[in-house]
């Protein structure tokens, strides 16, 4: 498809500025859409380098990188040896099946979101709940693609302030775009092709991180987190809906 490179752009652009105003979203965005376009291991392929530009700068950001990482090295080992270990899932299913469970990993990450009560860990609990977190995150990392679950509402749980919060998701997204990027390389699923595409996405991608930021003070975050995830939703139900017919 012609058209294809421009809806590349045009989604990395609308990712990055979901990230710009929530400090996260790039790479659940950018899977869920082209994940209904091209197959799941592509679309992983072309997320690399806008998702690793974005965290490292969202990382360093914050107030304290050094500490951030040494609290939080337990999980993030964890979270490159699930990715890795299981990143085999995706680059050898069927399409169909990939994008199935991308769906549904989509689909249960904004139904979780949207309708689970809040939930506190304590901090005596941190040291073995951590590379628990971490290699779950990092098996649905390496099956789907998506960083999220359930790395992000852990994080939140642990009671960090905004700016701690903001770059522990930078961190962790770091780790796992990083970690993907060396699965796919070593499966032989990351070809010199699409790192080009990848890189050239960088540019829509920062540019709707700085639109995101410029809007973040002019939009309610509260209809902006449930229509996000309402989408989310919808791109899941499509995705496994796609999956089903064409079976």
């Not at 990055?16 to 869920?32: D, E, H, N, Q, R």
């Not at 139904?111 to 709940?129: D, K, S």
Request: hydrophobic share 55%; with cysteine.
């Amino acid at each position: 498809m012609d058209s294809l490179p421009l809806v590349f752009a045009l989604t990395f652009l609308a990712a990055g500025f979901v990230k710009g105003v929530s400090g996260m979203g790039l790479p659940t965005v950018a899977m869920g859409v082209l994940g209904t376009l091209i197959p799941p291991v592509a679309a992983a392929g072309l997320l690399i380098v806008p998702s690793f530009v974005t965290n490292v700068l969202q990382f360093f950001s914050g107030p304290q990188p050094r500490r951030t990482a040494l609290r939080f090295w337990p999980m993030m080992l964890a979270i490159t040896v699930g990715t890795v270990a299981a990143l085999p899932l995706m680059v050898r299913a069927d399409p169909r099946l990939a994008s199935a469970l991308l769906g549904v990993a989509l689909l249960g990450y904004a139904v979780f979101t949207l309708f689970a009560a809040p939930r506190t860990i304590p901090a005596r609990a941190e040291r073995a709940a951590s590379p628990a977190v971490g290699l779950v995150t990092g098996v649905i990392t390496g099956v789907t693609g998506v960083f999220v679950i359930p790395a992000v509402p852990y994080l939140q749980a642990l009671g960090l302030r905004k700016d701690e919060l903001v770059q522990a998701l930078g961190l962790s997204f770091t780790v796992s775009t990083l970690a993907m990027a060396a699965g796919l390389a070593g499966y032989g699923a990351f070809e010199t092709a699409g790192m080009l595409h990848s890189c050239l996405l960088v540019v829509p991608a920062l540019a709707g991180v700085w639109l995101g930021q410029r809007f973040r003070e002019r939009i309610s975050q509260k209809a902006f987190r449930r229509g996000f995830l309402i989408v989310l939703a919808i791109l899941g139900l499509q995705m496994i809906g796609k999956a089903m017919i064409s079976a």
